[in-house]
Each structure stands twice: as structure tokens, then as C-alpha cells.
């Protein structure tokens, strides 16, 4: 027989009057993407990548990045995107403060993740391949499931239940690797 505190959610879903932390969070998230809908335009961070490639060869090539169509189409770096992205790094900063962690705890996913620095290395790829894919597909996680589902979009929907099932499917894979 399973023990009954095996199955309890974690204390922070339940936390409150009933409403569950994550029903309230997400529906914040929800009114906080419907507004910048209205008022400015869907949420995104990985345009802020190419951006700021711009703006670095606006400075030490300007003619090149005039003539370059791409980053003439993504515009200044000076756009609300960057300070999401900004705001991002304060706070998850912030959050690891606040939680008393001198560093972010890092797991070994993998048969193959040995050491921390592996750990790191294999992260840092991961991030730069799901950057350039995200800029090929024309937008990223952020702008094809928060933004697209907030929009009721067809493919932002297809989207979702593609990283969703390959996300599953990814970690099944590792977790059976690492044993």
C-alpha cells in the first residue's frame, strides 16, 4: 500500500482559500498576457537574441546590418521584450535570493552528465538549439504557446502538444538512460 503523503500535492499548490496556487497564477498570467496583447503586442523573448546581435553590428558594421532585411525587420533592441527578458534574469535572481540558495541546484539528468560542468556545457547547447530553432520557426515557445493560446490560435494549440508530447517523451528517455 502507497503512503497517503506520497500522493499530497505539494504544499504550494494548495496553498490559500481553496484555490489552488497554480489556478491562481495562472489566471494572473492569463489577464497579464491578454494586456500586453491589447496594449502592445503578444509576449516574447527570443527576438530579443537577434536584437541585440543587431545592436552590437549596428556599432562595429553599421552598413551590414542596415543592408541585412532580418535585422532591419527586428528593429531596435529598445522594445518591451528586452526588459522582459531583463526582468526574467532580476527575477529568478531575486527568487534564488529569496530562497537562500547561493546557486541554482543542478541535477544530473542523464547517464552521460557526469560532472557539474557537463551538467553546464549541456544546458548551454540545449538553450542555443532551442534559441535558433525558435528563431527559424518564426517565434518561440513564449510566442507560439502563451501568446498563440491567449489568442486562441490554431497552431499555437499544435504547437503546445508537440513540446508538450516531446517533452515527455525526452524525459522518459533520459530518466531510463540514467538508471
Given at each position: 500500500m502507497?503512503?497517503?503523503?506520497?500522493?499530497a500535492p505539494p504544499m504550494a499548490a494548495t496553498a490559500g482559500k481553496g484555490i489552488p496556487s497554480w489556478a491562481r497564477l495562472g489566471v494572473i498570467f492569463g489577464v497579464v498576457s491578454a494586456a500586453s496583447i491589447a496594449l502592445w503586442a503578444p509576449i516574447g523573448v527570443s527576438g530579443t537574441y537577434p536584437r541585440f546581435i543587431?545592436?552590437?553590428?549596428?556599432?562595429?558594421?553599421?552598413?551590414?546590418?542596415?543592408?541585412?532585411?532580418?535585422l532591419v525587420k527586428m528593429g531596435s533592441l529598445l522594445k518591451p521584450e528586452t526588459f522582459?527578458?531583463?526582468g526574467l534574469l532580476i527575477g529568478g535572481f531575486l527568487a534564488s535570493r529569496m530562497n537562500r540558495e547561493a546557486s541554482p541546484e543542478t541535477e544530473m539528468v542523464h547517464a552521460g552528465e557526469k560532472t557539474v560542468s557537463a551538467r553546464y556545457r549541456d544546458a548551454f547547447l540545449g538553450g542555443f538549439l532551442i534559441i535558433f530553432?525558435?528563431?527559424?520557426?518564426?517565434?518561440?515557445?513564449?510566442?507560439?504557446?502563451?501568446?498563440?493560446i491567449t489568442q486562441l490560435s490554431v497552431?499555437?494549440?499544435?504547437?503546445?502538444?508537440?513540446?508538450?508530447?516531446s517533452g515527455i517523451?525526452?524525459?522518459?528517455?533520459?530518466?531510463?538512460?540514467?538508471r
Open positions: 502507497t503512503s497517503p503523503v506520497a500522493h543587431g545592436a552590437i553590428l549596428r556599432r562595429v558594421t553599421p552598413e551590414y546590418a542596415a543592408a541585412n532585411p532580418y522582459l527578458v531583463i530553432g525558435a528563431r527559424i520557426a518564426g517565434g518561440c515557445t513564449s510566442g507560439h504557446i502563451i501568446s498563440g497552431s499555437g494549440l499544435i504547437f503546445a502538444a508537440g513540446v508538450f508530447a517523451f525526452t524525459a522518459k528517455m533520459l530518466n531510463a538512460g540514467g
